[in-house]
């Protein structure tokens, strides 16, 4: 089952002598400064290029579709200006002068004026909706162009940040491929991130008095709302990390707060919660879980992390780190 199921042993209730995260000198999120700020690098390229990937992806769909209106637009403009033109080759020019010069009176000249003058204008005005289509036509196929080479991009973007985070992992003997945790949580979905959202700590953090992002606020209600209660702490004053951004918080896996490592019911709740962040990963622009000695990255799934401590709050056995972008 993996090395989250082989964990066992007697559930501890939160007291004292658990240190909660952050509090032995870890920073609280389980690595050295410099792995941190590798992988939360990495994460938030690699985030980025992903959701530029799918913007990319939705434009290329509309101009698909407006190329594809475009194209059905020729082909009856074209028919239009064909049949002008050859209603005045018929007509020919020097007809138009005759039926000018052979006008019996004032008025029927000016009639015959007035006829020849519409002809010429819806001439003109075929020949300038069709040259507009096709302008736009050709416009339209040079965005898809644009987009598909963009969509390259990103890829290679996403695929940079990948090795990236998985050799910053290596290089602190970290990292090995990780089983998932048991199914949960997936049932729930969050609503994304509003659009506009803000990264600066300019939300009142409800869990510490400090300050927390938008992005993570909006996480942390949305986790709430769906049913994940229990004690949370967000904000907090450290060396690296996300945690003084106001871009992560602890949610502890026991009722009563940071315990030891979580057993039974507890560790349910943390294995719900975990999937619960990384079925809606896209929508909560989840950089990173941390949970039970493992770390879940957007680019390479669960991989094995284990902090220097040796204790629950640094090996996060007793709660789930959520870090945003």
Same mark, same amino acid.
């Given at each position: ?8 042993? #007697? ?69 239009? #200006? ?244």
């Amino acid at each position: 089952m993996g090395l989250l199921l082989a964990v066992c042993g #007697l559930a501890v209730v939160a007291s004292p002598a658990n240190a909660a995260p952050g509090d032995n000198g870890d920073d609280g999120e389980g690595g050295s400064k410099s792995l941190v700020e590798q992988l939360e690098d990495a994460s938030r390229g690699y985030v980025e290029a992903k959701a530029k990937l799918k913007s990319s992806k939705e434009k290329q769909t509309e101009l698909t579709a407006t190329l594809k209106k475009l194209d059905e637009q020729v082909g009856p403009k074209q028919a239009a #200006l064909d049949e002008i033109a050859a209603q005045a080759y018929t007509s020919g020019r020097l007809g138009g002068m005759s039926a000018l010069v052979n006008a019996s009176d004032t008025e029927s000249f000016i009639d015959r004026t007035m006829i020849l003058s519409t002809v010429a204008a819806d001439q003109n005005h075929a020949i300038e909706e069709l040259k507009n289509t096709l302008d736009a036509q050709r416009k339209a196929k040079l965005a898809i162009d644009a987009t598909v080479k963009d969509q390259q991009k990103q890829v290679n973007v996403m695929a940079k940040k990948k090795l990236q985070a998985e050799t910053a992992l290596k290089k602190a003997n970290q990292g090995a491929d990780a089983s998932s945790s048991s199914d949960g949580g997936s049932s729930a979905k969050a609503d994304p991130v509003p659009s506009g959202s803000g990264s600066g700590c300019s939300v009142n953090d409800p869990t510490s008095g400090g300050c927390i992002t938008p992005r993570m606020s909006h996480a942390l209600k949305q986790a709430q709302k769906d049913g994940f209660t229990r004690y949370v702490h967000c904000f907090r004053e450290q060396n690296s990390g996300e945690h003084p951004k106001g871009r992560a918080c602890d949610f502890a896996a026991d009722k009563n707060g940071f315990g030891g490592d979580a057993t039974g019911a507890s560790k349910t709740y943390g294995n719900n919660l975990a999937n619960y962040f990384i079925n809606n990963a896209d929508a909560l622009d989840v950089l990173y879980v941390i949970w039970f000695r493992r770390i879940w990255l957007p680019s390479s799934g669960w991989k094995s992390y284990s902090g220097a401590g040796g204790d629950p709050s640094s090996d996060h056995t007793n709660h789930v780190h959520l870090s945003v972008r």
